[in-house]
């Protein structure tokens, strides 16, 4: 609470200041309706509480600028235009360029160096993201009718690049959360609102993504890769000294598909009124009974 916390409401304060900014009114009100979703982003930044405390705000900047933008997208995706599909994977292509730490900001960083506090460290940390601003060439907006956000989103990638890169053992997860987060854009592309279109090539993408001898039911397998958990897990390993890859193995397998799963559908169970009520799809109601959700909980 003491370690952990402080530097969140940092965090959470400046991206506020960020999305009051956005010029256009639109894309404003949503980004600052995405941040009211504090309780995610709360338990993002739960998870550095595991890691040394050299290394917190880091941990910290990286996972709140990641769950910031998926919390963003997430709002922009279910808003209705010509394309939905392809609009939301440009769109959430912002996801897998913020754990790609550009080479512009790499070597703006020079030699890697233990933060010294965790202000200072947090304060280094925002002033690179901000020098390095020219590294992010992706329009993530190109199949979207609004664009002037006043440069929040790739802010918001920059800053979770320029943290990963300052982590020890970033590059032994960074394939691994590269996988969890395909899953993601995949989930948040293919799950469609019943006024977009039908949810076959969700299924599809599903089925194919379950892990065999599992038992896993497809809107099972589609809700452990939606969960952004495994992601925060492994940003979180990265600040260890040194990682085996047997550990990033097993935070993989642990996440996905079961704790991920769990993650997502109790998410869904939650926002089944508020998702019936929009016309957004929820997974819980691909379960034939409340019995059957009941024993599907109870037996994994």
Do not use: M
């Amino acid at each position: 609470w003491t370690g952990v916390f402080p530097l969140l409401r940092r965090e959470l304060e400046h991206w506020r200041e960020r999305a009051r900014e956005i010029p256009d009114p639109v894309l404003r009100a949503l980004a600052l309706d995405a941040q009211r979703k504090r309780g995610n982003l709360e338990g993002a930044a739960a998870f550095a509480a595991f890691v040394p405390r050299s290394d917190r705000a880091a941990v910290v900047r990286a996972l709140i600028a990641f769950q910031s933008a998926y919390n963003y997208l997430d709002v922009l995706a279910e808003q209705p235009y010509a394309d939905p599909v392809a609009g939301a994977r440009a769109l959430h292509q912002a996801l897998l360029d913020s754990l790609d730490p550009a080479l512009e900001t790499q070597s703006s960083l020079g030699p890697a160096t233990p933060l010294v506090g965790a202000a200072q460290g947090l304060d280094r940390i925002r002033r690179v993201g901000t020098e390095s601003q020219a590294a992010q060439p992706s329009d993530y907006y190109a199949r979207y009718p609004r664009r002037e956000d006043g440069g929040y989103l790739s802010g918001l990638v920059q800053t979770c690049q320029t943290a990963l890169a300052t982590l020890p053992s970033y590059s032994a997860v960074a394939p691994a959360t590269r996988t969890a987060t395909e899953r993601i854009v995949e989930f948040q592309s293919l799950n469609l609102a019943a006024g977009q279109g039908d949810h076959e090539a969700f299924a599809r993408w599903a089925r194919a993504e379950t892990p065999p001898g599992t038992d896993l039911r497809w809107w099972e397998a589609a809700a452990a890769g939606g969960s952004s958990l495994g992601v925060y897990a492994l940003i979180a390993a990265a600040a260890a000294p040194a990682l085996d890859a047997s550990e990033v193995r097993a935070i993989e397998h642990a996440y996905f598909p079961w704790i991920g799963a769990l993650h997502s559908l109790l998410d869904h169970l939650v926002d089944r009124g508020e998702d019936a009520a929009c016309g957004q799809r929820n997974l819980i109601d691909y379960y034939a009974s409340t019995a059957e959700e009941i024993g599907r909980a109870s037996c994994r």
